[in-house]
Structure formats: C-alpha cells, structure tokens
C-alpha cells in the first residue's frame, strides 16, 4: 500500500498562475482533506470531503477549489495563485469522518512568487 | 469553537530522561483527543488518540498520553526518550458528536540531545 501520495512535491508559480494538487490514497477511507502547513501556525484546513460525492469548507478556504474526483482522489485547485498561498500543503484521510486518526501525505511545497 | 494550545515552542531533554510535551484545549462537550508527530519533510504520522475510557492512553514508540477532564489537558509523555524522538509534535482536538473536523496546536519541537 502507497498510503496517501501527493503530487507535485514541489512547485514555484507566479502570481496569477494557477494549478491544481493532487491526492489520491488506496486504504479505502471514506474522508479526506486538504491541510496548509505555515511556520507558528500548526496545520489549518482549507476543505474537506466527509465522503465521496461530498465536499465542505474548512477553515481558509478562500483562493482554493476542490474536487472529490472519486473515492479516492482529492483535488485541490488555486485557479490565481497569490503569496500568501506560499505554503506546504498536505492531504490526508480517513476511514470515517468521525474519531478516526488521519493519515497524511508527504506535502507539496509551493512558493507563489 | 474548539482550541488548542501547546504552551512550549520546544521542549529539550538528554536521552534517556523522561519527557512530557504539553498540550490543553477547549472544546464544547467531550473532546477526541490525538497526538501526531511530524519528522522533517515528511507528513504527520498518527501517534495515539483518546476517545473514551481509561485516561491513560498508550500509543506508537513508547509514547502515552494522559486526559485530564478538569484541568483540559491531554499531555504527551515517554519514560526515556531517544534521540530519534527528535520531531515536532501536534496535539488537535474535536467534539465527540458527529463528524467535526480537527483543531491542530501549533507543534511543539522535542529535542533530544545524546
């Protein structure tokens, strides 16, 4: 089992430019989630999808789109990339929603200049 | 809304000595309660969790953590640390009813000299 894989690992864009992440993971979970990871802020959630066919915001979603592709794939979308979205982005799921620990991915570290 | 706070932006303990990094939060009603360690470059990886039952709960590496109810605190405990458990750790919470999503601190950093 690969777990939870991201892709790109790292990229650069210009502000303006758009791009898409993404995730997928084959352990069968029902929940997944889009995480940003900055400096003195712990991890913050910008969506989530509690099951497929679902998707709700977390709490920084501006800036960012989502689609829950299938059951497994999760895609997150910056359509105009800004600095502020200069960050490590990490996916992770779950079997539920509910009690279950989250399984995370290795990060994509992006730098909007 | 809940919260989380990890008081200690780094912890420093010498290998072999008993470590404790701290962790309280805020939460309406009974919380879930989880500890993650993250090593560098790598994602979080699950350590222990409580959801209910005995206030002692025993995870990944040695590691355990004791729930507190009336002084909110959940703190992540070793009885001898390595210098492998050099990491940041992440304490996150959520109410126990229905599907609420997680809280994470903003980590703590163990360093654990030889």
């Known amino acids: 089992n690969a777990g939870v894989t991201q892709t790109p690992k790292f990229q650069v864009l210009k502000t303006g430019q758009s791009m898409t992440l993404q995730c997928a993971q084959d352990?069968?979970?029902?929940?997944m989630y889009w995480y940003r990871q900055d400096p003195g802020m712990g991890l913050r959630l910008i969506y989530y999808?509690?099951?497929?066919?679902?998707?709700d915001k977390g709490e920084v979603p501006n800036g960012y789109n989502v689609s829950r592709l299938n059951k497994r794939e999760f895609s997150l979308r910056l359509e105009s990339a800004a600095p502020s979205q200069t960050s490590v982005y990490f996916c992770?799921?779950?079997?539920?929603?509910?009690?279950?620990?989250?399984?995370f991915g290795p990060g994509t570290r992006l730098t909007v200049l | 809304a809940q919260s989380v706070a990890q008081p200690e932006d780094q912890v420093n303990v010498a290998e072999g000595n008993p470590l404790t990094v701290k962790c309280t939060y805020s939460?309406?009603?009974?919380?879930?309660l989880f500890w993650y360690v993250q090593y560098p470059n790598r994602g979080l990886q699950f350590l222990l969790k409580y959801i209910t039952g005995d206030n002692l709960v025993k995870g990944s590496y040695g590691f355990e953590a004791e729930f507190n109810k009336s002084q909110t605190s959940f703190h992540l405990k070793k009885p001898s640390a390595l210098v492998s458990d050099s990491a940041l750790y992440f304490c996150a919470v959520s109410p126990n009813t229905g599907f609420q999503k997680l809280v994470f601190g903003t980590g703590t950093r163990l360093l654990v000299s030889p």
């Open positions: 999808s509690a099951s497929e066919g679902t998707t």
């Open positions: 939460v309406s009603g009974n919380p879930y």
């Open positions: 992770a799921s779950s079997l539920l929603a509910e009690n279950n620990e989250q399984f």
């Open positions: 352990m069968n979970h029902n929940s």
